[in-house]
């Protein structure tokens, strides 16, 4: 078995971009002079992926031992860490890392309830537009990136790591925490962009790709505009 690409954009999304280790919470990202951005992230298996492995004495099954409960995120140093001293860093050790840190995440991300469907488009709509200039200036398709002198590249993926993947997660987060406010054509429009943000996400930040990975759904220019 192999973990899978759904739960790797998971474990992706709920990690932040940090290591899991609260002792650590080293960014995954490491951004060079020259340009060049390098991924760190490692996934380690709270129970061994194998009897064999560190901790791996379990009833688990193997399809299990590769699903997203038993898998957390880490950087090189802390996975050689934990591995090599299973018995200082057991099963519970390893699950307490991972929901706290996914605890922590969250609180980053706070939600405001809104009791308006304007209020909330006015939120949304301000990340959609931070978004949409960044890919007009920078992205694939822009002027920039045609000239083989540019830097576009690089820039590009600078500003997906900086702004438009937390952009993506608060407009994801608020029309989810504000589902209410939404109409059924538009928790459809939501459904497609969370297909969309998670890829993309995984994309950028897995050093995997998707090739099936789903584009930006046109109608979110539109949702929360009607009444």
Not at 26 to 37: A, E, L
Not at 65 to 92: A, G, M, T, W
Not at 133 to 154: E, T
Request: hydrophobic share 35%.
């Amino acid at each position: 078995m192999a973990i899978s690409d759904r739960t790797k954009r998971l474990l992706w999304s709920r990690s932040g971009g940090y290591c899991q280790n609260p002792e650590c919470h080293r960014d995954f990202f490491v951004f060079f002079q020259d340009g060049n951005i390098s991924s760190l992230e490692e996934l380690a298996h709270v129970i061994g992926q194998s009897n064999q492995g560190p901790r791996g004495k379990s009833d688990l099954s193997v399809t299990e031992r590769d699903e997203y409960n038993n898998i957390i995120l880490l950087c090189p140093n802390c996975h050689s860490l934990i591995d090599k001293n299973p018995l200082q860093f057991s099963v519970k050790t390893l699950q307490n890392w991972k929901q706290q840190h996914e605890e922590a995440i969250k609180l980053v991300f706070v939600v405001p309830v809104y009791r308006e469907r304007q209020d909330l488009a006015k939120s949304v709509h301000k990340l959609l537009r931070i978004n949409k200039v960044i890919f007009q200036q920078y992205g694939p398709h822009s002027l920039y990136a045609i000239d083989p002198f540019s830097d576009a590249v690089k820039d590009w993926k600078r500003h997906v790591l900086a702004d438009v993947i937390p952009n993506n997660r608060k407009i994801a987060n608020l029309l989810s925490v504000n589902e209410h406010l939404l109409t059924e054509d538009e928790k459809h429009i939501l459904d497609m962009f969370t297909l969309h943000q998670q890829a993309f996400e995984y994309n950028h930040v897995s050093g995997d790709k998707t090739a099936c990975a789903p584009l930006f759904p046109k109608e979110m220019n539109n949702i929360l505009r009607g009444e």
